[in-house]
């Protein structure tokens, strides 16, 4: 098991800046897969990013070229970097991560993220 705590949310005007990480509660050095997704009010969770444990990333098209996804397993953390942000990315930004031969995924509890116009 790992229990995935995220932080980093808060409220940004448009066009600002956060980086959200997600400490894990052990090392992620073997974990197959770690990524971000968002959740806004009546709609469904969406993926923002993700990387594996090779480093290869992977991003949502309105993710790409303002996002970046990356980790630090010496300290068993995942961060996303938001660069110029907008009211559309409001959401809860939920940290995943899959693990073992069956990727079994574990889930943080979520920051909010609020985008002001």
């Known amino acids: 098991q790992v229990q995935l705590v995220e932080s980093g949310g808060g409220l940004v005007q448009a066009g600002g800046s956060l980086r959200l990480s997600c400490g894990a509660s052990r090392s992620i050095f073997r974990v197959n897969t770690m990524g971000w997704y968002r959740q806004s009010p009546g709609k469904q969770r969406e993926l923002v990013a993700t990387i594996t444990s090779t480093g290869s990333t992977n991003y949502a098209d309105s993710a790409k070229g303002r996002f970046t996804i990356s980790r630090d397993n010496a300290k068993n953390t995942v961060y996303l970097q938001m660069n110029s942000l907008k009211p559309e990315d409001t959401a809860v930004y939920y940290c995943?991560?899959?693990?073992?031969?069956?990727?079994?995924?574990?889930w943080g509890q979520g920051t909010q993220v609020t985008v002001s116009s």
């Open positions: 995943n991560a899959a693990v073992g031969p069956w990727s079994t995924a574990y």
